[in-house]
């Protein structure tokens, strides 16, 4: 069973950085496509960042450049630095995995979810 645990989340300034983690808990850690993905009040859950065994990444225009994702496949982890942080990033924030080895843009590509993280970012 597979199990996605996020951490990192919280109040920040308009400018500031977060860093977002996820532990994974299950088999064969590397084979999965990873991604974490936000849903701000009343709004769809929106693709944020993919990676598919550490060799491709991909960003939402609207974070690229500011946030970066990595995975350690040695301890079964991936990250989200978040820097330069906007009000329009506040939302929930969730990791997902994916077991098929698509890109992981789209929820339905994931096979799992975390419990989510919120962000929060305001003065």
């Known amino acids: 069973q597979v199990q996605l645990v996020e951490s990192g989340g919280g109040l920040v300034q308009p400018g500031g950085s977060l860093r977002l983690s996820c532990a994974y808990s299950?088999?064969?850690?590397?084979?999965?496509?990873m991604g974490w993905f936000r849903q701000a009040p009343g709004k769809e859950r929106e693709f944020v960042a993919t990676?598919?065994?550490?060799?491709?990444?991909y960003y939402a225009d609207s974070v690229k450049g500011r946030f970066t994702m990595g995975r350690d496949n040695a301890k079964n982890t991936v990250f989200l630095e978040m820097n330069n942080l906007k009000p329009d990033d506040t939302a929930v924030y969730y990791c997902?995995?994916?077991?098929?080895?698509?890109?992981?843009?789209?929820?339905?590509?994931?096979?799992?979810w975390g419990q989510g993280t919120q962000v929060t970012v305001s003065s």
């Open positions: 997902a995995a994916g077991r098929s080895g698509a890109l992981g843009l789209r929820p339905n590509e994931y096979d799992y």
């Open positions: 299950g088999p064969t850690f590397s084979v999965y496509t």
């Open positions: 990676t598919r065994w550490s060799r491709d990444t």
